[in-house]
């Protein structure tokens, strides 16, 4: 069974682009959930999309948003980046609310 | 509010010898769930154990070994005759029941890292 998979696994981006992330959970999972990863705020938790809809959301700014296509693949936009942003954005998926949270090996973003 | 703490940032040990890792948490749900994740240097966070909070029963799969305590809110995990290979950071994280959705709130971390 394949597990969460994210694309791409580095990339370097300029200040001010945008970048997308993208994310293909376990097969039959509904759940997708978004993580930020850096050295000096630790893991926290982005959004979660469930069937499409979002379900939750962490205390982001407007620039990072995401969206969940109807085969529960998911995609995140994080707009004008900041040096800030270079972070390990991990994708989680699970098959259901309390069901174990899978993650993938992550994106690597780096803003020069 | 929730919160995981993880007093400890970084573990030495030489290989064969225990390592326990201390988690604690605070939560006002009365139902919650706790996981312990392992992050290689590669980055993946790779599920190891969760845990129900009515379900106090201590587990021990192979060399890890977990010790769930709700008197005193910890959720502490031993690796047994550490490894080299078991040298990565490891996260406890909590879910609460009555927030809609699986968001996790996690620690900051213990490194460990076992010398040959």
């Known amino acids: 069974k394949a597990g969460v998979t994210q694309t791409p696994r580095y990339l370097i981006k300029t200040r001010g682009q945008q970048v997308t992330l993208s994310c293909s959970p376990i097969?039959?999972?509904?759940?997708v959930s978004w993580y930020q990863q850096t050295p000096g705020q630790g893991l926290q938790f982005l959004f979660e999309?469930?069937?499409?809809?979002?379900?939750n959301k962490g205390n982001f700014p407007g620039r990072f948003s995401g969206r969940q296509f109807s085969n529960s693949r998911s995609e995140m936009n994080v707009s004008t980046l900041e040096l800030g942003d270079s972070a390990l954005y991990l994708c989680?998926?699970?098959?259901?609310?309390?069901?174990?949270?899978?993650f993938g090996e992550g994106s690597w973003l780096t803003v020069v | 509010a929730q919160k995981v703490t993880q007093a400890q940032t970084e573990i030495s040990v030489v290989e064969k010898e225990d390592v326990t890792l201390d988690c604690v948490y605070e939560?006002?749900?009365?139902?919650?769930?706790l996981f312990w994740y392992k992050q290689p240097p590669s980055g993946e966070l790779v599920f190891l154990i969760r845990r129900n909070s009515f379900d106090e029963q201590n587990e021990i799969s192979g060399r890890y070994s977990w010790n769930f305590q709700k008197s005193t809110s910890s959720f502490n995990f031993t690796i047994t005759a550490s490894q080299v290979v078991d040298s990565a950071v490891y996260f406890c994280a909590l879910s609460e029941a009555e927030a809609a959705g699986n968001k996790l709130t996690f620690g900051g971390g213990t490194r460990v890292l076992v010398k040959p």
């Open positions: 097969s039959g999972h509904r759940s």
């Open positions: 989680a998926s699970s098959g259901n609310q309390r069901n174990t949270i899978y």
């Open positions: 999309y469930f069937s499409e809809t979002q379900r």
């Open positions: 939560t006002r749900d009365t139902t919650y769930y």
